[in-house]
């Protein structure tokens, strides 16, 4: 059993981050590419924290997928909020079906990121928005808790800003990284 498996509760619990203005940020990043009632793909989304808040901040249409069965367990009932278990490097879409895509603090855990990114890029239209929020494997908490994922059979493939803005561009994404302050900096791209 995974990490995520048996910590679905917890997460769900006590792991809830977004609060207005966490929500606001990430819906500004994301705007210029998903207009009202457009569609968002959230991958790696969890329990749906992020999606349920901005489907009902934005009136946007988000699809969450999701390995881990038993976090989208824990996903409210929503009527403009969708789960699906799946792969990130194996997507169940057909092409250019979203306007953007969003990952929180979920991109070290693909276990094939290249892919991934294909994934990304494949699904979301041309000239659609890739938001990716992450932390800089260079800060020392970021590598404690990198040891620790891989201790506990999970990949922890942290990037710094500058790595993850050159691994994105050489799979079509291009976009810049900004800090956001400790460890964390968040990636917004554009499909080419």
Known sequence: MGLFNW?????????????????????????????????LLDLGGGTGGLAVRLADTYDWCVTILDTTPEMLAYVPEHGSVESLVGDAGAMPFDEDRFDGVVVSDAFHHFRDQPAAVD????????????????????????????????????????????????????HGVDGECTRLGGASYVFVGTVR
């Open 119 to 170: 994934e990304m890029r494949r699904v979301v239209r041309p000239g659609g928005g890739v938001v990716i929020m992450e932390y800089d494997r260079t800060q020392i908490a970021i590598k404690l808790i990198a040891l620790a994922e891989r201790l506990a059979r999970e990949p922890g493939a942290f990037f710094t800003t500058d790595e993850l803005c050159a691994f994105m561009s050489e």
């Open 7 to 39: 910590s679905a509760p917890l997460l769900k619990r006590y792991g809830d981050r977004w609060d207005d203005e966490g929500v606001g940020q990430v819906g500004g990043w994301l705007a210029p590419f998903v207009e009202r009632s457009g569609s």
